[in-house]
């Protein structure tokens, strides 16, 4: 894991694409959100904000 985000930061200073860092991490926070959701009794209480 540690490796795949060493690879992504190389990727991403070399290219210049630093723009995609907060797309990324929105995207990883609300990946994790729904898996917590599912396994847990906040799944009702996240349901409803959306």
């Known amino acids: 894991m540690l490796e795949f985000l060493s ?3 190389d ?3 070399v290219r ?3 723009w ?3 797309i990324v991490l929105v995207l990883v926070l ?3 959100l729904v898996v917590v959701s599912q396994q847990s009794v906040l799944g009702s209480f996240i ?3 959306f």
């Open 7 to 9: 690879d992504l930061w």
């Open 11 to 13: 990727f991403l200073r």
């Open 16 to 18: 210049k694409k630093l």
């Open 20 to 22: 995609l860092l907060p």
């Open 30 to 32: 609300l990946g994790g």
């Open 47 to 49: 349901y409803t904000l």
